[in-house]
């Protein structure tokens, strides 16, 4: 047992990494992403190994090479900034390592445009892109993981976006495609990138598995152009260890493609179950019964004074990261998150108050590592039916919730009495004592009740 935790040895044994510090990393690689230091790809792989990481090692394996400390030096990218893609009875791509502007814009005319966002370097945590098509085409791949946010009007045209059924990295960038097809069509797809479908198969055909044939483990498995068959001389037909070890480089290969025609299946297939917006990554909004809850952030106003637009900005993108990260994690409904304001829909009461809990323990962890900019917030619930159009939620229930996020104070949780009702039973939920108030538009007083989070 001591060999195994090292300590027999002398050897250090590996620290435990705690979900703060997983936290913590993923933020600080949205941080990253946003000044252009990691493309969509990169970041989107990191933070993948960032949330599995288990040990305070393996975190900083995966931040070896990025910036360290409070002073991060100014970053300026060498690739140059790309905001128009015109395409005109031709045609229009751009893959690799670029540089969209915040707003990017697309026209295609009797043409094509292809966008590629894997590799590209996004400023900030938002990117929209004008997608106008003519009788003509728009194709905007993004990678999995990312926020896409579909909207815009088609004529006799069709606009569609069609994701890979993965969860939503916290952080990660939102994709806002405004697209405006006419007689033409504008689609947005996830595609794995090759070193990702090379990684998938190494983890069914890791390279241990080939010691038994003599591969030496270091060596190139999958995208090794020709194979061992390359590094023998023309007409020889090689050992027969050497034509093993081919055919089972050659299923490897066969398995890359088949990774990606399985990824345009399940693309498909998503899209064929879906309807609206087809295949769109965030969970479908919830029917019914809906617990409807807005976060607000408290003295939004006071702090612009205070730091400026551009510096509130910046505050407000971390504040929607760290909410967009809790949704995520609780399987919630991204309404919208519209100035200093996150509207949010879910099928469980329960599952909206733990998800409040966690927003607002998120922001206390973030303001005990930046007290001087901390970012407070006051939440509000309620449940009950709503009107559902096109994604948004519309009727009594919303304009209970939002009465109820406008009573409570800063940093506090306030729900229905109703919503209280429904989850009093629960064990890890901790209530106040209901204090009666009488809010803006609605006649009778009503009960709201405390949760107590710390």
Not at 45 to 54: P, S
Not at 293 to 298: A, G, K, M, P, T
Request: aromatic share 4%; proline share 5%.
């Amino acid at each position: 047992m001591e060999d195994q935790l090292g300590t027999g040895s002398g050897a250090t044994p590996e620290v435990r990494a705690s979900e703060e510090e997983r936290d913590k990393a993923a933020a600080d690689l949205a941080k990253y992403c946003s000044e252009g230091r990691l493309t969509l790809d990169e970041f989107s792989q990191r933070v993948e190994a960032v949330l599995a990481a288990r040990t305070q090692a393996a975190i900083e394996r995966v931040m070896a090479d990025l910036p360290k400390g409070s002073a991060v030096p100014a970053y300026a990218s060498p690739v140059p900034q790309s905001g128009w893609f015109v395409s005109v009875l031709s045609g229009s791509s751009r893959t690799g390592r670029w540089r969209p502007r915040p707003r990017t814009k697309a026209f295609a005319l009797l043409g094509g445009v292809d966008m590629d966002l894997r590799n590209a370097e996004i400023e900030g945590s938002e990117l929209t892109i004008t997608a106008i098509a003519i009788m003509g085409g728009i194709d905007i791949v993004v990678p999995e993981g990312v926020i896409v946010h579909l909207g815009g009007f088609s004529l006799l045209g069709g606009k569609d976006v069609k994701l890979a059924n993965v969860p939503t990295l916290p952080g990660a960038p939102v994709i806002n495609v405004r697209a405006f097809p006419i007689m033409g069509g504008v689609k947005v797809r996830t595609k794995r990138s090759r070193t990702r479908l090379i990684n998938a198969v190494n983890q069914i055909l890791p390279p241990q598995a080939l010691a038994a044939t003599g591969t030496p483990g270091d060596r190139p498995l999958v995208g090794t152009r020709g194979g061992i068959a390359a590094g023998r001389p023309k007409g020889s037909k090689g050992s027969k260890a050497d034509r093993q070890r081919e055919q089972i480089l050659g299923a490897r290969d066969a398995l890359v493609l088949a990774g990606d025609i399985l990824n345009h299946l399940s693309e498909r297939a998503a899209a064929g179950r879906a309807s609206g917006t087809a295949g769109d990554r965030r969970p479908a909004a919830p029917d019914g019964t809906v617990t409807i809850l807005f976060s607000d952030v408290s003295g939004f106003t006071e702090i612009t004074e205070q730091l400026g637009d551009a510096a509130s900005q910046a505050l407000l993108a971390t504040y929607f990261q760290i909410v967009r990260g809790q949704v995520a994690t609780h399987g919630g409904y991204e309404v919208k998150c519209h100035a200093d304001e996150a509207m949010l829909a879910f099928s469980g009461a329960g599952q909206a108050v733990r998800c409040a809990i966690d927003i607002q323990r998120s922001l206390a962890r973030y303001n005990e590592q930046h007290p001087d900019t901390p970012i407070r917030a006051h939440i509000g619930l309620h449940t009950g039916e709503a009107i559902q159009d096109g994604g948004d939620f519309l009727g009594r229930t919303v304009i209970l919730a939002s009465r109820i996020t406008d009573e409570a104070g800063s940093e506090e949780i306030l729900v229905s009495s109703l919503l209280h009702e429904l989850t009093a039973d629960s064990s890890d939920l901790v209530f106040a004592s209901a204090r009666t108030v009488s809010l803006q538009g609605v006649n009778d007083p009503q009960a709201l009740f405390p949760v107590l989070w710390t």
